[in-house]
C-alpha cells in the first residue's frame, strides 16, 4: 500500500511545465473538507491563514495551537496535507519532526527568517539537515528562501541558499515572493521542485508552470477572500434583518395609530 508521504511526494515528480501541483491552502477542518471535495489531490496548510482561523497575527500562533489546528486539518480528509510550522518554533529536529508527524501531516515549509531577519544560510541548511536524517523518507520538506519575501532582490541570492538547502535534503524550495519574470533563472539554477506563490489577480498557474513553478500555494490569500466574502454576506444578512425590524415597527406603529384614533 503508498503512503500518503509516498503520494505526496510522487505528485512533485513528472509535471509537464504547464500542469503544476495545484496546493490550496486550508485553515480550518471545514475549509480542508471543501478542497477535497473539489477535487484537489493535496493540500497546504497557510501559517498566517490558520493564525487568522484562530485569532492571532501571523506568525503568533503558540506551537501546540498550530499543530492542534494542523492535526483538526489532516483528519478531516483523505489527502495528503502538508502543513507551514513557520521557521520550527524553535524546537529541536527531533520535537519538530515527531510533532508534525503526531499531526498526521506528511509533509512541512520551514522557512528561513525569523521575526523578519533571514538566519544565517549555511546554520539553518545545517538545521535541515538534521531535520532530513530525523525524519528519513517520512516527511516532505519544503524548504521556504525569503530573500525575495524581506527585500533582497537578486535571484543569485536566493539561489545561493536553495542549493545549500537541496543539498541538505530538502525535496523542495519555495523562494516565496519572487517575481514572475525571475522564475526562469530560478528554475534553471535549482535542482528540483520549485514553489511559487501565486497572486489570485496573477498569472494563472499554467503560466507561472510553463515560467518554472513544479507546484503553486497560495498562502493566506483564500483564507483573506473567503472571509471578505462572509464579510460581505454578513453584512447583506444584517442589513436585510435591520430592514425588515424597522418595516415591522413601522407596522406596528402604523397599527398603533389606526387603533387608537384619539391617543393624541
Given amino acids: 500500500m503508498v503512503s500518503k508521504v509516498e503520494t505526496f511526494r510522487a505528485l512533485h515528480q513528472g509535471r509537464s511545465p504547464d500542469d503544476p501541483l495545484i496546493l490550496p491552502g486550508p485553515w480550518d477542518a471545514a475549509s480542508a473538507r471543501v478542497f477535497e471535495d473539489a477535487g484537489f489531490p493535496a493540500l497546504a496548510t497557510p501559517s498566517a491563514g490558520v ?3 484562530l485569532g492571532y497575527e501571523d506568525g503568533a500562533t503558540p506551537a501546540d495551537e498550530m499543530f492542534a489546528a ?25 520535537e519538530l519532526v515527531d510533532r508534525i508527524l503526531e499531526t498526521g501531516a506528511v509533509g512541512c515549509n520551514l522557512e528561513d527568517s525569523h521575526e523578519g531577519v533571514l538566519k544565517d544560510p549555511a546554520r539553518h541548511a545545517d538545521w535541515l539537515a ?5 525524519a528519513g523518507d517520512r516527511l516532505f520538506v519544503n524548504a521556504r528562501v525569503d530573500t ?11 539561489v545561493e541558499r536553495a542549493a545549500l538547502y537541496v543539498a541538505a535534503g530538502a525535496d523542495c524550495v519555495y523562494p516565496i515572493g519572487a517575481p514572475e519574470d525571475a522564475l526562469p ?3 534553471a539554477a ?6 511559487a506563490y501565486a497572486r489570485l ?4 498557474p499554467a ?13 493566506p490569500r483564500l483564507q483573506r477572500r473567503a472571509t471578505e466574502a462572509l464579510t460581505g454576506m454578513a453584512r447583506a444578512l444584517h442589513d436585510d434583518w435591520l430592514g425588515q425590524a424597522r418595516a415591522a415597527a413601522q407596522r406596528l406603529a402604523d397599527e398603533n395609530l389606526s387603533a387608537e384614533p384619539n391617543a393624541w
Fill in 51 to 53: 493564525a487568522a482561523s
Fill in 70 to 94: 494542523v492535526g483538526r486539518i489532516a483528519r478531516a480528509v483523505d489527502v495528503p496535507v502538508s502543513a507551514d510550522v513557520e521557521d520550527g518554533y524553535g524546537l529541536a529536529p527531533k
Fill in 130 to 134: 538534521e531535520v532530513r536524517a530525523v
Fill in 148 to 158: 525575495f519575501s524581506r527585500g533582497v532582490a537578486d535571484p543569485e541570492r536566493a
Fill in 185 to 187: 533563472a530560478l528554475r
Fill in 190 to 195: 535549482i535542482p528540483g521542485p520549485i514553489n
Fill in 201 to 204: 489577480e496573477g498569472p494563472a
Fill in 207 to 219: 503560466e507561472l508552470g510553463r515560467l518554472g513553478a513544479t507546484r503553486i500555494t497560495f498562502g
